[in-house]
């Protein structure tokens, strides 16, 4: 299939013919590199073999080696990220500088369908030009590449170089008569549309160029067909934006790492989980339902480039395409609801090869071919399942058991715990599924109790089954039975692992048998752990008579006696206590109610009180963050935060500038100045009239005495006067 879809491309080129991935595995504990970064790194990688810093250093020393030997590491390179594109176009650039142009098709077919990165996508066109420019098919075959790119990569919000070479190819193409030529406008017209209605990034330039071509075309229709199609662009331009606010802080083309936890990781996949939710709520407001499932799907593909490693993500994805087959299932398109569900099979599939390790997704797999009746598949699924060797075998084996029962009957049920009886590697859960079918779908409890007692032989010193065989026992009431298998069980198990059967069987006599059993076994249990119950009697007498919520004490008495379950459930859920009392104690109810209960509560002398911290305060150092004076960082914590701050912002180097330029007059110059006007107030005109004279009488000052004097006034009425006089 793949093969088929991926436009072939066929060259003339010299190069080695035999499969890309020839020796490969047989290479992998082998060490490839020969130089001592290399050698380091690669020890590393035993250790961690998702470390991106010391595969960078072996690709760059591959980068540097012939591509026969460089070939080994690129395998080891892809099957260890598989979705990054990135690495397959390194992988395939070094092919292509060696002209083995045979492997580099087979490369393109192992990615390109899965991988949809956009870097690849270009290498690919590339190399399409590169190897089929001189043949005379080569339009046709760069067409069906061009169609091929953006049928895969169109969506894509930084696909504008892909469409806008595209329209360029095939405006650059020459025919004769006008039949072509307007065969040409058409095909151009088409995909003009197609790009103007995508949301990508400066689709303005799409509807100039588009603008341009329709004018130069025909002014005529060109009104006509722009109208039409300028609700499309202001629709695109509008989902542009809300694109770039939504996917802001979104790393893409990061290698693929398996999951670990981190707060970048968790952060990173809510922001995906967001991405992908906005394109479900269908920001284009479209109505063709395909076009949204394409549109959340390859959000889902861009996903999985970072996080095929997480199955819920391919869960996710999944469980979308399931739900868009049975949408169109719906609405009678019976046709499209069978596509949309294969794509989901294949895409469960892939995930399967992604993470061969995750029951999950194997589950999930086989209950959606059951859904569509494809047992025969389901067969192969747990086949398949079974078949790895580092996962444990016992709950595929039950989920096994489970789908023959409901598709073939109890008797393919049967089958199937033969062969996890036959495996090593399963455990007793498989057993206790087995016999607790028989029992619910046959009503045969021999059959039960036979697998029991089979599994027994194989389990006894399993203290997990041997509570599930006495439980079971325990409900078909037969109690003398009941007691043979708990002697028999505790007979034979380690006595540090029979604390639990020891309650249950104290549980049983309590239920069932007298009072002396039931002192009996009590003293046999505390023996067993007197750890937990030394010196603790009325604790043994509390367990004795308390029975589901109802307890033989009030709280208060339950605390002073330090009951371990009393303080538990104080510890976990902050409450008072067991909930429900056999009664409510000497002093009444409402006594006992108005006696509080002092917890445990922290010296809150000893905390210190919250103060937040100014985001402008702290001081970056080699050795760590340092607080500001604490002048400053009250003065800081008074601010409001940066954040509320939303201009006009000072360019900080032009103000300090010009304060630095700014000539200012001394403190003393400045109070002289003040007093000589207050007494020149104060003694009216006349004094003012000499000092004019007196500056008359002094032409020859010195100029550094003027530069500190205040300058005139503009409109001066005075000086005017004298001027007019003087010249007169």
């Known amino acids: 299939k793949m093969a088929d879809e991926l436009p072939q491309v066929k060259s003339e080129g010299t190069g080695s013919t035999a499969p890309s991935g020839t020796g490969v595995a047989s290479c992998w504990d082998m060490r490839w590199s020969r130089t001592d970064p290399g050698m380091r790194s690669e020890e590393r990688l035993k250790e961690n073999l998702y470390d991106l810093d010391d595969w960078t250093v072996l690709i760059n020393e591959a980068k540097q ?8 590491l690129y395998e080891r390179l892809v099957q260890r990220f598989p979705t990054s594109g990135r690495y397959w176009r390194i992988y395939i650039e070094h092919e292509m500088r060696g002209r083995n142009y045979e492997r580099v098709e087979k490369l393109f077919q192992r990615c390109l369908l899965k991988v949809l990165s956009l870097d690849l996508m270009k290498t690919y066109l590339d190399y399409v030009k590169e190897t089929k420019g001189s ?11 061009y169609e091929f790119a953006l049928e895969k990569v169109g969506l894509d919000f930084s696909s504008l170089p892909i469409w806008m070479e595209y329209v360029m190819f095939l405006r650059s193409g020459d025919v004769s008569g006008s039949f072509a030529e307007n065969q ?67 790393l893409r083309g990061s290698a693929a790492l398996p999951p670990n936890g981190s707060p970048e990781e968790l952060q990173q996949l809510a922001l995906w989980k967001k991405y992908i939710q906005w394109e479900k709520d269908n920001p284009m407001h479209t109505d063709d339902a395909a076009l949204l499932a394409k549109r959340v799907m390859f959000a889902y593909e861009q996903s999985l480039l970072t996080f095929c490693y997480h199955p819920s993500v391919w869960c996710d994805a999944a469980a979308y395409l399931e739900s868009v087959g049975k949408l169109m299932a719906d609405k009678g398109d019976l046709p499209a609801s069978r596509v949309w569900n294969d794509d989901a099979s294949s895409l469960y599939e892939r995930a399967t090869e992604a993470i061969p390790t995750c029951p999950l997704l194997y589950f999930a797999y086989a209950d959606f071919e059951e859904m569509r009746m494809k047992y025969d ?51 007793g859960h498989a057993y206790v599924a087995a016999a607790l079918m028989e029992y619910y779908c046959t009503k045969d409890k021999n059959i039960a109790l036979k697998i029991f007692e089979l599994g027994l032989k194989k389990y006894a010193n399993d203290a997990d089954y041997c509570l599930a065989y006495v439980e079971f026992l325990t409900h078909l009431n037969e109690d003398n039975n009941t007691r043979v298998l708990y002697e028999r069980i505790l007979s034979s198990i380690a006595p540090e692992k029979s604390g639990g059967l020891l309650t249950k069987f104290l549980e049983f006599e309590t239920n069932v048998g007298d009072l002396a059993s039931v002192v009996k076994v009590e003293k046999r249990r505390n023996s067993t752990i007197r750890e937990e119950f030394r010196d603790q009697e009325t604790i043994i007498l509390v367990d004795r008579y308390k029975y589901m919520g109802l307890w033989p004490c009030t709280n ?32 009444g109810p409402e006594e006992s109610s ?18 937040p911290t100014p985001y402008a305060g702290h001081i970056g150092m080699p050795g760590g963050v340092f607080p500001p004076p604490p002048t400053v960082g009250d003065l ?3 601010l409001p935060p940066p954040s509320s701050y939303e201009g006009p912002f000072v360019n900080v180097d032009d103000l300090m500038r010009i304060v630095m330029e700014c000539r200012l007059r001394s403190p003393a110059s400045r109070l002289e ?12 005109t006349s004094e003012g009239h000499e000092d004019r004279k007196s500056r008359k009488r002094a032409p020859d000052r010195d100029e550094s005495d003027e530069e500190g004097s205040v300058a005139p006034p503009a409109k001066d009425i005075y000086r005017a006067r004298q001027q007019k006089k003087a010249t007169a």
């Open 636 to 638: 800081l914590s008074r």
């Open 673 to 684: 100045d003040g007093m000589l006007t207050k007494l020149k107030q104060e003694n009216g």
């Open 377 to 427: 598949k389901v067969h192969g699924i747990y086949t398949k399942l079974l078949e790895v060797k580092e996962t444990d075998p016992t709950l595929a084996y039950v989920q096994y058991m489970r789908f023959a029962r409901r598709a073939e009957g109890i008797k393919a049920a049967r089958t199937v715990f033969k062969k996890a009886r036959d495996d090593s590697r399963t455990r």
């Open 184 to 250: 040409k406008i058409t095909t151009v017209r088409k995909v003009f549309q197609r790009a103007v209605a995508t949301p990508m990034i400066n689709t303005e330039t799409v509807w100039k160029s588009y603008s341009q071509f329709e004018q130069s075309t025909n002014h005529i229709v060109a009104k006509k067909l722009l109208d039409e199609k300028s609700r499309d662009f202001v629709t695109s331009r509008r989902v542009a934006k809300e694109y770039e606010a939504v996917t802001r802080g979104l």
């Open 556 to 587: 208060v008495e339950l605390r002073s006696m330090s009951h371990p379950e009393f303080m538990r459930s104080i510890t976990i859920s902050g409450s008072s206590g067991p909930s429900g009392h056999w009664r409510a104690g000497p002093w």
């Open 135 to 145: 043949l005379p098919t080569f339009r046709e075959k760069m067409t069906q590449a």
């Open 594 to 611: 108005s006696i509080s209960l002092s917890y445990p509560r922290p010296d809150l002398a000893q905390m210190r009180p919250f103060k």
């Open 65 to 72: 080696d012939t591509v026969d030997r460089a070939r080994i």
